[in-house]
């Protein structure tokens, strides 16, 4: 069995927060893939399901950010699993927004939920990192993490969200390559051979014509002599 964990805040009031990236990618995939339904349960909100041949536990921690390992480390100690056996999906200040990665193990950056999971289960887990941007300033990030997302996010955040659904099955088998080829094909995806233009051979240009001048009317006399005594 896998667990996979979205992290954020439980409540309506944080439902679109950029801190709950992570709950929305797990309900993304929940809803795609045909798990049973959210029950409470380890201290937060689970799902059972599968992707692709592999049985999988989503976990949304329901004792906010700053506890979630709390929730893990029970959830963990219930079926017991291993910590290599956890993919945490969270939002990352240090992507660009729409930026998705993958990374096992490491530290947990400053980030509240991460540093909890540490706690508990130490630092050898999977993460998916959802990247949400930095405002900029380090006294900015807790009002920033904290706000809904703005209008002009949503088509990358939609694009984001199906792209981790899309590639469930691969994170779950293991295979970083391929979930990170599934998330690609929804946010970047390559462009139709229609809409690019053919490249100029090489050392060729190919430049318009020069319109030809238009023809003079015939000078008059008076013309012919300004002309000669310029």
């Known amino acids: 069995m896998k667990l996979f964990v979205g992290l954020g805040n439980p409540g309506g009031k944080y439902a679109r927060n950029r801190h709950n990236i992570g ?10 893939h045909g798990f049973g339904p ?4 380890f201290q937060g909100q689970i799902a059972e399901g599968r992707l692709g041949t ?9 004792t906010f950010m700053n506890r979630s390992g709390q929730s893990v480390g029970e959830a963990m100690r219930f079926y017991k699993l291993d910590s290599v056996d956890v993919t945490v999906l969270h939002d990352e200040l240090d992507l660009a927004p729409g930026k998705v990665r993958v990374k096992a193990g490491g530290g947990h950056a400053g980030h509240n939920g991460l540093r909890s999971i540490h706690e508990h289960i130490g630092p050898h887990y999977d993460r998916v990192r959802l990247g949400i941007g930095h405002p900029g300033r380090k006294e900015l990030v807790s009002g920033y ?18 792209g981790v659904s899309d590639g469930a099955p691969q994170l779950a ?10 998330v690609a094909l929804r946010t970047a995806p390559p462009r139709s051979s229609n809409s690019v233009a053919k490249e100029k051979p090489a050392g060729k240009t190919t430049e318009s014509p020069t319109p ?4 003079e009317a015939p000078k008059t006399a008076l013309q012919k002599l300004v002309d000669k005594f310029r």
């Open 23 to 32: 709950f929305m990618a797990v309900d993304r995939i929940a809803e795609d």
């Open 38 to 41: 959210w029950k409470s349960k």
């Open 54 to 62: 592999e049985k999988v536990l989503l976990l949304k921690p329901s």
């Open 145 to 162: 993490v904290l706000h809904d997302f703005a209008k002009v996010d949503e088509n990358w955040l939609a694009d984001v969200l199906q």
């Open 173 to 182: 088998a293991g295979d970083g390559g391929k979930f990170m080829n599934a």
């Open 212 to 215: 030809p001048e238009p023809d």
